[in-house]
T-cell receptor
Framework: DSGVTQTPKHLITATGQRVTLRCSPR?????VYWYQQSLDQGLQFLIQ???????AKGNILERFSAQQFPDLHSELNLSSLELGDSALYFC????????????FGEGSWLTVV | EDQVTQSPEALRLQEGESSSLNCSYT??????LFWYRQDPGKGPEFLFT???AGEEKEKERLKATLTKKESFLHITAPKPEDSATYLC??????????FGAGTRLTVKP
């Protein structure tokens, strides 16, 4: 158990809908990362937050947004969902920025039908 | 642009047959290179962090090494339970962590 908690574990929704994925980082970790992993692709970096501020952005679609709250939990919002958004979404956390190991949660499986 | 390339894509070994996985990287200002293990449907599990060329880390049957352009994950006398996808990632000056596509290892008894 990495200490990173993600909810929900599984989610099935229809195209065009909006969902929110939630992540609680490890106790004491200030930095949160979001990744997407599709069946035919590796881990794609989406976005990183540090202590509530956005710090790095990867291949995140405009339909997706994220935030980190004062209690350090983070949410990833996915809207106008398409079939291609079906994937495993991972949250990871690390103590601070810089060359620190990041620890992953177990992921949220999103299926868009 | 930062790039991470892992080879081979897939590797099948007999139990006890040692081998190595490769991770080649092109980044500006490497801050760290990381190895993870991922089982199907699970989150990546941290294995090693390497920070500078020449550094080596070991854990059970695994040993990771780092040069200025690549890293190797050596697996000595693997067992079936070592079967997983092994991911390499690099962290550069912009803080984000970029992953390679992984090597899918299968160890047959």
């Amino acid at each position: 158990d990495s200490g990173v908690t993600q909810t929900p574990k599984h989610l099935i929704t229809a195209t065009g809908q909006r969902v929110t994925l939630r992540c609680s980082p490890r106790s004491g970790d200030l930095s949160v990362y979001w990744y997407q992993q599709s069946l035919d692709q590796g881990l794609q970096f989406l976005i990183q937050y540090y202590n509530g501020e956005e710090r790095a952005k990867g291949n995140i679609l405009e339909r997706f947004s994220a935030q980190q709250f004062p209690d350090l939990h983070s949410e990833l919002n996915l809207s106008s969902l398409e079939l291609g958004d079906s994937a495993l979404y991972f949250c990871a956390s690390s103590p601070r920025e810089g060359s620190y190991t990041i620890y992953f949660g177990e992921g949220s499986w999103l299926t868009v039908v | 642009e930062d790039q991470v390339t892992q080879s081979p894509e897939a590797l099948r070994l007999q139990e006890g047959e040692s081998s190595s996985l490769n991770c080649s990287y092109t980044v500006s200002g490497l801050r760290g290179l990381f190895w993870y293990r991922q089982d199907p449907g699970k989150g990546p599990e941290f294995l090693f962090t390497l920070y500078s060329a020449g550094e080596e880390k070991e854990k059970e049957r695994l040993k990771a090494t780092l040069t200025k352009k690549e890293s190797f994950l050596h697996i000595t006398a693997p067992k079936p339970e070592d079967s997983a996808t092994y991911l390499c990632a690099v962290q550069a000056g912009n803080n984000d962590m970029r992953f390679g596509a992984g090597t899918r290892l299968t160890v047959k008894p």
